[in-house]
């Protein structure tokens, strides 16, 4: 079967006969009216307007195919029933709007009708027109499209871009030719329609008939004498939308008695209704109309699932899982209004047990609804359902059992897939009455993630008195076991200890002692020591320290020599140091550490440090580590540490801060130059010649750069970051991409040594320590802000946006308080610009121009003059405060011809709160609302969900 438009031209009784049969889908249905529609309107060279904009535009082509391509329009138009939200989502208004024109004047005109002139419509004697009742129904179409059309045009939204002009010989697209006339016929007509549209509901008149696709087939004429083939018309059904249109343009214009009156015409209309058509009534809409007037609210059964369940979260809880059950197969209910309910309950209700069931019902229901769409099993929903408790395990039951009886095929597969999952994972029995719903079977090996173990095997090897037998046995049992006692019994069958360890570490600062000790079994230890360190990788802290402390009493025998003591007071700080590591993970995770005898730890810090004691890896750097968080300086630049990399730059970086804090500029120069000359060598190709090397600079470095990472108080982290930016600045030698830090002005950026800076060490250092900060202050705005100017320098524009954008949200509460120049600096602005430019963004770039104190304005004109643009194009004039900005804009329309844009920019010239002649404050508070605004959509688009 053809449909090529073409083909009905020359046979126009095909139409028809396709439309009885049913034969023609309704895809092709719509891709025929729009292909026919455009053909026809290209041969439309003058337009189809008139010159007077209260007038219709009557076709007088001699042209023989144009009355054929007319009526196979309108036929293809009733074969929809003339349902306008339907019309509108296939044609674009101009041929919507020549379509509904040669309805209106396929009508028998008589003498007294004039119904081109739209004035004249509300002098016609309705009664009359309603029988037959085309000429009414195609009047009331026509002005309905009308209201709904001018809401549609006044709503603010973003337009194609593309010319208007015509080039002889080039056929346009009439949707775009004629856009901007028809929008001026609308805005002309608007107040009319509304005067015509309520006189004939105030007369409670409906058409007697509708015409049908057979009406329109054997007239090749412009108009139609008589009509013929007429069906009944749906009164109630057609009140009850003129009822809608009227009550929703109204509510637009802000005149809500006359929508209240309308919106109360269409209920008594549409009460006897089935159903309202959704491509012309939109629910949700309605909904939000009778909340906003005051109307009686639907009745519950005509309520969408959405609606009751947002209605049960804000009031009755009670009913809140019902509505969200009745949801699961119609998926009315977004997910993120499923988060904000149970954020909600859990914030108002955590402490009552009946609701804490509320929530895990409210829990399964989410995974089930998850399930359904395909979505897989996530860690979060793991940790729900371990906690469900017995109330969890009915609730999931009952979902369960109502899908395997009511959902569909590929429903019952994944609900399946789902139960195997919770079996794999330890979360259901396999013997429950969940996976017993299920004819078939289930695999039931665990998958459940456990902890790192090498647990003892209990199934040995049978030995037949083979020595190597019992030797892989021992070795066995040796691999899995953490135990002091056993492993000292386990190492007596695999002489010798040497042997058994080669594959083991035993750390450093043990492996110099023991290698010539006369300590007695030097093996067994070696052996325990190596299990230590394999228990530090794990991070299982606990055991580690019970290891040392089992290995600590075994060796109190051996304290009468040199080596056992050194040996057992080297134990004691590498207990110390596990139990640092502790404290540290746990900060690092937002737990407590002083719940968990945090000060003690801080004594035997203190104690470490005043003793000098080095011999044991990272303890030092711990120590340090755990008084500097507290702030306190004094101790640490009294206490005893010998000469180091690390001790060493602590000392001279506490003296700096307390010089700093004590505001003495002459001590703090002096002490800046220290921490200066200390720093230099390990981010230069060549070490200062003033200073004593050690024999591994790489390992001092990454001593430094560890400690560095390691820092937990605030003040002294934006210290080391100032100096690391600074570094930076001198290497990067650019003034562009400067980092901009708390203490600039301390350090000494003129000295002949910083030629040797490189910059490759000194940005490999910097990133490290950021971003250990990033993840241990994370809502810091100044560790953000140098973060954001290092992506700056390295080119990195959508990041350094970004963390640009996060940084003013940390310091506006979210962009609740004003955005000040306090909030954002001259050279934030200007490289918030640059980034915004560099991404193709220039409205986004023109926007934040704004923010300067004193604009660049001839940039600013250049972004809009662009048309190639990768942002909300002109949408984003709203949020546009600067006069001279929008003058400039409305005068670069008004040049290229471009009427839509000119009267959205001319729309927010207008705004009262704009006038050049406001009070200060009035124009301080409308560009705040506008920064607020737009900074909220650039995080909407920057901000990753994590």
């Not at 019952?412 to 919770?422: G, T, W």
């Not at 809502?779 to 953000?784: A, S, T, W």
């Not at 193709?840 to 604009?855: N, T």
Request: glycine content about 4%; hydrophobic content about 40%.
């Amino acid at each position: 079967m053809s449909l090529h438009w073409f083909d009905y031209l020359l046979c126009p009784d095909q139409l028809t006969s396709q439309l009885e049969s049913g034969s023609l889908a309704k895809t092709d249905i719509d891709t025929l009216l729009k292909e026919l529609l455009t053909n026809l309107l290209n041969s439309q060279n003058m337009g189809f307007f008139t010159e007077n904009p209260f007038e219709l535009w009557f076709c007088e082509s001699s042209e023989k195919k144009v009355p054929v391509l007319r009526n196979l329009c309108l036929q293809l138009v009733s074969s929809l029933n003339w349902r306008l939200g339907d019309l509108e989502q296939i044609l674009p208004p101009p041929l919507l709007l020549y379509i509904l024109q040669a309805y209106i004047q396929s009508q028998s005109c008589s003498g007294t009708q004039e119904l081109n002139k739209v004035s004249a419509h509300l002098d016609l004697f309705f009664v009359e027109i309603a029988q037959p009742g085309p000429v009414l129904h195609s009047l009331v179409i026509f002005h309905r499209w009308v209201l709904r059309t001018y809401m549609q045009c006044r709503t603010p939204h973003r337009l194609e871009r593309g010319s208007n002009v015509m080039v002889p010989g080039v056929k346009r697209d009439p949707a775009l030719i004629f856009r901007d006339q028809t929008n001026n016929l609308v805005l002309n007509l608007v107040s009319t329609s509304l005067r015509f549209l309520q006189e004939i509901l105030q007369a409670d008149l409906a058409p007697a008939s509708l015409p049908t696709p057979k009406s329109f087939s054997g007239a090749n004429l412009f108009s139609i004498p008589v009509w013929e083939n007429l069906r009944d018309c749906d009164q109630n059904l057609f009140k009850s939308l003129l009822a809608y249109d009227l009550g929703c343009c109204y509510f637009f214009n802000e005149d809500y008695t006359s929508s209240r009156a309308c919106f109360s015409s269409y209920f008594k209309y549409s009460e006897s209704l089935p159903s309202p058509p959704p491509s012309d009534i939109q629910e949700a809409k309605l909904n939000g109309y009778v909340k906003c007037l005051g109307l009686v609210p639907l009745s519950p059964s005509a309520k969408s699932n959405n609606i009751k369940f947002l209605e049960s979260a804000k009031d009755q809880l009670e009913t809140l899982i019902s509505a969200l059950e009745a949801d699961t197969f119609a998926r009315e209910i977004s997910d993120i209004e499923i988060d904000n309910t149970e954020g909600e309950i859990k914030k108002r209700m955590s402490s009552n047990p009946a609701k804490k069931e509320l929530i895990t019902s409210l829990e399964i229901l989410t995974l089930i609804r998850r399930t359904l769409k395909g979505l897989p099993l996530t860690g979060r929903g793991l940790n729900q359902l371990e906690n469900m408790g017995e109330h969890g395990n009915l609730v999931l039951e009952q979902q369960v059992n109502k899908i395997l009886g009511q959902g569909s095929a590929r429903d019952k597969v994944l609900i399946r897939n789902l139960v195997q999952k919770l079996i794999l994972f330890g979360i259901i029995p396999p013997t429950s009455q969940i996976a017993a719903a299920f004819p078939e079977k289930f695999c039931y090996l665990d998958l459940e993630e456990k902890n790192t173990s090498l647990p003892a095997a209990d199934n040995l090897c049978e030995t037949f008195n083979l020595k190597s037998i019992c030797k892989y046995n021992a070795a066995v049992q040796l691999l899995g076991s953490f135990k002091v006692p056993i492993l000292t019994g386990l190492a007596k069958s695999l002489r010798p200890g040497v042997q058994v360890t080669q594959r083991w570490h035993v750390e450093d600062h043990y492996q110099r002692l023991l290698k010539n000790s006369n300590i007695n079994n030097v093996d067994d230890i070696s052996i325990i020591l190596s299990k230590v360190n394999q228990l530090k990788k794990m991070q299982r802290w606990d055991e580690a320290t019970q290891m040392l402390m089992d290995l600590s009493a075994e060796l109190a025998s051996q304290m009468n020599s040199v080596h056992g003591v050194t040996l057992s007071r080297i134990i004691e700080g590498d207990r110390l140091c596990v139990e640092m590591q502790k404290n540290l993970e746990m900060e690092e995770k937002g737990e407590d550490p002083k719940d968990q005898g945090d000060t003690g730890l801080k004594s035997q810090a203190l104690s470490v440090l005043n003793s000098g004691d080095n011999n044991v890896n990272l303890l030092q750097e711990l120590c340090l580590n755990l008084v500097l968080r507290d702030g306190d300086w004094e101790s640490v630049s009294k206490c005893g540490l010998r000469g180091g990399a690390v001790p060493t730059l602590a000392k001279a970086l506490t003296n700096l801060f307390v010089s700093i804090t004590s505001n003495n500029p002459q001590s703090t120069k002096k002490l800046g130059r220290e921490v200066w000359d200390l720093m230099v060598p390990y981010v230069s190709a060549n070490a200062n010649k003033r200073k004593e090397q050690t024999a591994s600079p790489i390992k001092d470095r990454n001593q430094v750069q560890r400690f560095l990472e390691k820092i937990r108080n605030l003040d002294l982290a934006l210290l080391v970051l100032s100096l690391l930016a600074t570094l930076f600045n001198v290497a990067r030698d650019d003034p562009s991409t400067e980092l901009l830090s708390t203490f600039p002005s301390v350090w000494p950026t003129g000295l002949t040594t910083n030629q040797s800076i490189q910059d490759k060490l000194v940005v490999d250092l910097l990133q490290g320590v950021l971003y250990s900060y990033q993840k241990r202050f994370p809502m810091d705005p100044n560790i953000l802000q140098i973060s954001a100017d290092l992506n700056f320098a390295n080119n990195n524009y959508r990041t350094a946006l970004s963390q640009y954008t996060e940084m003013v949200a940390i310091r506006t509460d979210f962009f609740e308080q004003p955005i000040e120049q306090a909030v954002l600096s001259e050279c934030c602005i200007s490289r918030m610009v640059r980034c915004c430019s560099e991404m193709g963004r220039l409205i986004q770039a023109v926007v934040l121009g704004q923010l300067s104190q004193e604009p660049n304005y001839s940039q600013i004109f250049k972004y809009l003059e662009d048309r190639d643009t990768n942002d909300a194009a002109d949408s984003l004039y709203t949020c546009i405060w600067d006069m001279t900005i929008l003058e400039f804009a409305m005068s670069l329309h008004t040049r290229r011809g471009e009427v839509a844009r000119r009267r959205h920019v001319l729309s927010c010239i207008m705004q009262l709160e704009l006038n050049t002649n406001n009070e200060q404050e009035i124009k301080r508070e409308a560009a705040n609302i506008r920064k607020s605004i737009f900074f909220r959509s650039l995080a909407l688009q920057l901000f990753i969900a994590v």
